[in-house]
T-cell receptor, first 113, second 112 residues
Framework: DGGITQSPKYLFRKEGQNVTLSCEQN?????MYWYRQDPGQGLRLIYY???????QKGDIAEGYSVSREKKESFPLTVTSAQKNPTAFYLC????????????FGSGTQLSVL | GQQLNQSPQSMFIQEGEDVSMNCTSS?????WLWYKQEPGEGPVLLIA?????ELTSNGRLTAQFGITRKDSFLNISASIPSDVGIYFC????????????FGTGTRLQVTL
């Protein structure tokens, strides 16, 4: 089945630690995105990538980093510079870019120990 | 980043009732999307709208692209318990660099 796979489902981070969230898609989509969701709030864009080896900052990129070495994969690293990392992280992909329908993974809940 | 105004924030309804929610923006959009999110899961696309005035149905769900292009509406008829979740609208306008703007969500609870 085609889809977007995020792992792990739950992740715990210690103070000063970097953690990486995985996102893989087999939909052959060009564009991939990372969103952050806090309780009772909408989705805020962290980073997006429209093509391999290229990515752009979203609205809340500080404290995060990404890479896009393969079309299928778009991992997100939450660095120690992100002081409030506890949130639900959603990866999404779309066929092309602007205005295209986004398809989401099932999310990763990140918590701080 | 801009967020859309979505209302109501939450709704408690009885099974069988109809539901209406809406999204408004200060900007014109060319695309409106409606998503449903269940607890601990990612949003799932319900309906996509691409033209002002467009009315599209998906089963018991009907969504409309407002004539002014600054709003959109979602209606759910004859609600059932599995309609429970958070409903998000999302809009996109040309010139907005590769991103959708999401509403803050409407949380729907259905009682028997």
């Amino acid at each position: 089945d085609g889809g977007i796979t995020q792992s792990p489902k739950y992740l715990f981070r210690k103070e000063g630690q970097n953690v990486t969230l995985s996102c893989e898609q087999n939909l052959n989509h060009d564009a991939m995105y990372w969103y952050r969701q806090d309780p009772g709030q909408g989705l805020r864009l962290i980073y997006y990538s429209q093509i391999v080896n290229d990515f752009q900052k979203g609205d809340i990129a500080e404290g995060y980093s990404v890479s896009r070495e393969k079309k299928e994969s778009f991992p997100l690293t939450v660095t120690s510079a992100q002081k409030n990392p506890t949130a639900f992280y959603l990866c999404a992909s779309s066929m092309a870019g602007p205005g295209e329908k986004l398809f989401f993974g099932s999310g990763t809940q990140l918590s701080v120990l | 980043g801009q967020q859309l105004n979505q209302s109501p924030q939450s709704m408690f309804i009885q099974e069988g009732e109809d539901v209406s929610m809406n999204c408004t923006s200060s900007s014109i959009f060319n695309t409106w999307l409606w998503y449903k999110q269940e607890p601990g899961e990612g949003p799932v696309l319900l309906i996509a709208l691409y033209k002002a005035g467009e009315l599209t149905s998906n089963g018991r769900l009907t969504a409309q692209f407002g004539i002014t292009r600054k709003d959109s509406f979602l209606n759910i008829s004859a609600s059932i318990p599995s309609d429970v979740g958070i409903y998000f609208c999302a809009g996109h306008s040309t010139g907005t660099a590769s991103k959708l703007t999401f509403g803050t969500g409407t949380r729907l609870q259905v009682t028997l």
